[in-house]
T-cell receptor, first 114, second 116 residues
Framework: DAGITQSPRHKVTETGTPVTLRCHQT?????MYWYRQDPGHGLRLIHY???????DKGEVSDGYSVSRSKTEDFLLTLESATSSQTSVYFC?????????????FGQGTRLTVV | AQTVTQSQPEMSVQEAETVTLSCTYD???????LFWYKQPPSRQMILVIR??????QNATENRFSVNFQKAAKSFSLKISDSQLGDTAMYFC?????????????FGQGTRLTINP
């Protein structure tokens, strides 16, 4: 298994509070991604990173920010959580190069905003 | 923008039967990859099979095979001799070939149940 750890695995938080999810990798892969999974939508890309301090928006980035200060860590922050952000969040990593097509996923974080 | 559609929210078959999951996609790209991912109840995302668009030959991995119809933009997954462990959510995904980040676009998923 690829060395990806997401923390926490489960979290319940109140509307309006800030929340940070952490993704940690031991593979030294260049690219890291945050997806959210919702019924009827599959997985949708929130943000991704192509190197330390280099990030870009995905399909559903509103209400989320990210940071990557080290190769191994990619943080996803909900500045003020809303009920619509209740979801399962997945981190993924991939190597650089167009021929390296496989993404490796973490175990997911189930976030409930009440 | 690319879109991926899985029109079967749920499917159920008996153990040892063959089952086919459907996937269609929309893109203007000519060079891309298609994937099927399996998500069992553990929530882990597992790559089942991958198809390069430039290859006409359909990919196979043991009991899993695809029917890739590029002109029709169709990419179905066939599971032969289905097993109880195949019970999972299955996602079809698209990725265009490009240098840089490999961003996946997923379908809505099909929940497959294999009954004993």
């Amino acid at each position: 298994d690829a060395g990806i750890t997401q923390s926490p695995r489960h979290k319940v938080t109140e509307t309006g509070t800030p929340v940070t999810l952490r993704c940690h990798q031991t593979e030294n892969h260049r690219y890291m991604y945050w997806y959210r999974q919702d019924p009827g939508h599959g997985l949708r890309l929130i943000h991704y990173s192509y190197g330390v301090k280099d990030t870009d928006k995905g399909e559903v980035s509103d209400g989320y920010s990210v940071s990557r200060s080290k190769t191994e860590d990619f943080l996803l922050t909900l500045e003020s959580a809303t009920s619509s952000q209740t979801s399962v969040y997945f981190c993924a990593i991939s190597r650089s190069g167009a021929m390296n097509t496989e993404a490796f996923f973490g175990q997911g974080t189930r976030l409930t905003v009440v | 923008a690319q879109t991926v559609t899985q029109s079967q929210p749920e499917m159920s078959v008996q153990e040892a039967e063959t089952v086919t999951l459907s996937c269609t996609y929309d893109t203007s790209e000519s060079n891309y990859y298609l994937f099927w991912y399996k998500q069992p109840p553990s929530r882990q995302m597992i790559l089942v099979i991958r198809q390069e668009a430039y290859k006409q030959q359909n990919a196979t991995e043991n009991r899993f095979s695809v029917n890739f119809q590029k002109a029709a933009k169709s990419f179905s997954l066939k599971i032969s001799d289905s097993q109880l462990g195949d019970t999972a959510m299955y996602f079809c995904a698209f990725m265009k070939v490009a240098q840089g980040a490999q961003k996946l676009v997923f379908g809505q998923g099909t929940r497959l149940t294999i009954n004993p």
